[in-house]
């Protein structure tokens, strides 16, 4: 539901946006990751992650597949939040992770890094955006 909240945030500050869209489109990309799991960064110069995650599209339907496409291709600022919101997701688990002694600065970083790049082309300020939200990863 981050990507929910965060909507609303951006929405507040006179952007437009359609906040259900974006948790929408967020949890349809979750749903994607149920059929072929959250495949680490590493594996996609194995696979094609991509095509791995059209796969499901046939089973799913066809609106369920525009948003997906939607996501893959970050077409809209929605489809943006919702990639903000997997960014930062990854992130605080990987903050669990490193209190459990796991290895996993990587993640961290990669994680808040691209969430980093993403609210930079969304032209809102991480800081502002995460305040109260999801404290110590900016």
Do not use: C, W
Request: glycine share 8%; no cysteine.
């Amino acid at each position: 539901m981050l990507a929910l909240e965060i909507s609303f945030r951006i929405k507040s500050s006179g952007i437009s946006i359609d906040p259900y869209k974006s948790a929408l489109i967020a949890l349809t990309h979750d749903l994607t990751e149920g059929y072929i799991g959250d495949l680490p960064k590493y594996s996609s110069s194995i696979i094609d992650k991509r095509k791995l995650e059209e796969a499901p599209l046939k089973e799913m339907g066809p609106e369920l597949g525009l948003l997906i496409e939607e996501f893959l291709n970050q077409s809209s600022i929605e489809s943006k939040v919702a990639k903000l919101s997997d960014y930062l997701s990854t992130a605080l688990m990987a903050r669990e992770y490193l209190k459990m002694g796991f290895n996993v600065e990587d993640i961290l970083e990669s994680s808040v890094e691209g969430a980093k790049r993403i609210a930079e082309e969304l032209n809102v300020g991480i800081d502002d955006l995460l305040h109260g939200l999801v404290e110590g990863l900016s």
